[in-house]
């Protein structure tokens, strides 16, 4: 692929992106979230068409993709992180559906035939069994037999391990190292660094939309592919913390909230945790870290499997979102569309909903009370809104994250996750934010503050926890609260030499 463009209305997707990849090759493609990696691959396959560059195949020169059966036609095949396969069809028409012509199939001979195809890889199912009844690291194979058999030269492998175990991971690999010694061009997207290392030979960084560079995986160390994925040189210590106000009260060192052992059945490792009054601590790591999969076990947004949570030394039971805002615990979730704003409810409506949750449905607010919590928060936070009544939907993302966390002010909690709250919002709203962390944290809240600009982390928190992998592999405050500290403990203890 060479000088690949692709915008979308107000966003330039691509810029002049070049990708190769080599037969027998195992090619990681990485880069943070809305760095262009999905869109590459989409462009790729047909469902995006390219808005400038080439894309050329071996023996065939330049081709056109207009669409994912031309790309299937070429031998570029893609196994997507969500299985597209049907689970109430057995594993022999899963993996000719869509393939066949004509109406009428040699049922046996498919059998067969898939059969074989299933031995050649060593995958363990056999085609007369349901799709249903594998697991899913056999039915992500399938998907892949699927695709060698239909004679692929490419093979697209996005996010294939992200609910796979240990072992499971293992099966895949040794499938995609069986598929390389054939002679197969695998690109492989992922969000675990381990894997990349285990497995790959080379990997392209794409970071907002352009090409950082293509690398040898002997060359590029885990912290530099690190740092080139964030656009953080080591030496690049930015914005040192401005001072600010610490809480001072008697109590400082009192640990408001405490988990031990804590696991949730989103895949993170069992994890400790504490937070202190009037501390600003966050998590960091990569996207798929499992950063965001901490905050909600704390908040039970996700089923707690396992641990104990503690507030001001006593156990309290957490299993659900509304126990951790019983006990003074407040979330601001990563994505405002889908899990914080109610779009046709008015701001007023979604300011007062959580302390409304607390009182009781059966005991609403009058109008009068309703619009002095709104208008007490509109004003404090300066949210930009023509009124009280105008429905959410039609405020800017700066504006309805400010919503949000008017919401959550209104409970006075004693203990505010904040999950990337400076996300896709102007740069005032987010300075707005910063300053309003630290305010809270000075008058003895105590604020989780995520977010993937470490800038912004090491300007509001006193500690941060690093993840890696979905478990925690670091701890860092005081004199370590570094960029270039952050990004080899991201990394995994590698320094830069």
Aim: hydrophobic fraction near 40%; glycine fraction near 8%; include cysteine.
């Amino acid at each position: 692929m060479r000088k690949i463009d692709k915008s979308f209305p107000g966003v330039r997707a691509l810029q002049g992106v070049d990708f190769t990849l080599c037969e027998g090759e195992i090619h990681a493609l990485m880069g943070e979230n809305g760095a262009g990696k999905s869109t590459l691959i989409k462009v790729l396959t047909g469902v995006y068409g390219k808005d400038g560059g080439t894309i050329s195949l071996k023996d065939q020169g330049e081709v056109t993709i207009h669409s994912p059966q031309d790309a299937q036609n070429l031998g570029i095949s893609t196994v997507y992180q969500e299985i597209t396969l049907c689970p109430n069809l057995t594993v022999a028409e899963n993996m000719y559906i869509g393939r066949t012509k004509g109406t009428i199939q040699h049922w046996k001979k498919m059998v067969q035939d898939a059969d074989k195809i299933l031995q050649n890889l060593d995958i363990p199912a056999k085609a007369s069994q349901q799709l249903a009844s594998c697991s899913i690291a056999v039915q992500q194979m399938v998907a892949i037999a699927r695709a060698v058999d239909m004679d692929c030269k490419v093979l697209i492998l996005d996010e294939p391990t992200s609910s796979l175990d240990e072992q499971e991971v293992e099966k895949l690999f040794g499938l995609m190292r069986d598929l390389k010694a054939r002679g197969v061009g695998i690109i492989f997207v992922t969000h675990f660094l381990d894997q990349v290392y285990e497995v790959c030979d080379k990997i392209t960084v794409l970071r907002d939309g352009t090409l950082v560079g293509e690398y040898e995986i002997k060359d590029l160390p885990r912290v530099q592919l690190v740092a080139k994925m964030l656009g953080k040189e080591m030496d690049d210590l930015s914005d040192i913390k401005s001072e600010q106000n610490t809480y001072q009260g008697d109590d400082a060192d009192t640990k408001v909230f405490e988990a031990e052992n804590l696991q949730s059945n989103a895949g993170i490792k069992p994890f400790d945790f504490y937070i202190k009054k009037g501390e600003v601590n966050g998590f960091t790591g990569l996207l798929g870290s499992g950063r965001s999969e901490s905050v909600r076990a704390i908040f039970g947004a996700d089923r707690v499997l396992q641990g104990t949570v503690k507030k001001n030394g006593k156990v309290v039971k957490i299993a659900k979102p509304l126990d951790a805002m019983k006990n003074g615990i407040a979330y601001l979730p990563e994505d405002r569309k889908v899990d914080g704003i109610i779009g046709d409810l008015s701001v007023r409506e979604n300011i007062i909903l959580a302390l409304q949750v607390l009182t009781g449905f059966f005991r609403p607010f009058s109008k009068s009370q309703a619009n002095k919590f709104a208008d007490e928060y509109i004003k404090k936070l300066s949210i930009k809104t023509a009124s009280a009544d105008t429905p959410i939907k039609s405020l800017s993302g700066g504006n309805q994250q400010k919503v949000i966390l008017a919401r959550w002010l209104l409970t006075h909690p004693e203990y505010l996750i904040l999950d990337e709250p400076t996300r896709g919002i102007d740069v005032g709203t987010k300075v707005d934010i910063q300053k309003l962390v630290l305010e809270l944290a000075s008058e003895g809240t105590s604020v989780t503050f995520i977010s993937s600009e470490t800038d912004e982390m090491l300007r509001t928190c006193s500690r941060l926890i690093v993840m890696r992998d979905r478990k925690m592999v670091g701890e860092l405050s005081g004199d370590d609260l570094t960029q270039s500290k952050i990004m080899s403990t991201i990394a995994g203890g590698e320094s830069e030499s």
